[in-house]
């Protein structure tokens, strides 16, 4: 099994940002006499940080469902290199079953590969919302 830490991303600006509007998006749930813009801002604000939380779980989903496949298809290809006198008989079939299976490994880190980038595009454009948003909270300032 791969540690979770194994795919953490470095602390950047972006997880700063994200901490930054989890602070300023809290007072949303206190609710009482505060004015409607500024509460309207809080609240998309937790709206995008609860799709950038959904993001992250299915991101993860993803990526643990892949690398199980792929370390299943090189555990195939390994079983295969140590069973050769199952093979004896047809050299032909054992080397396209080996084809077949490399196929299917190099198609899985393709799909990997065009997942991650996917995923990476969607959280790029929740980001650049959630920090237009926190500009827009911070034009609107506190209210009493």
Known sequence: MIPRDAFQEPAGFDLALERAARILAAPHIRGGGRDYIRSSVEHEMGLVLAQLDRLAAQREEARVRLVNTECD?????????????WYLDSRLERWRDQQHLKARL????????????????????????????????GAVGDSP
């Open 73 to 85: 298809l090189g555990s195939e290809l390994l079983q295969m290199e140590a069973a050769r006198w």
């Open 106 to 137: 190099a198609s899985t880190q393709a799909e990997r590969t065009r997942t991650e980038a996917a995923f990476e595009q969607q959280r790029r454009a929740l980001e650049d919302r959630l920090l237009m948003l926190v500009h827009r909270l």
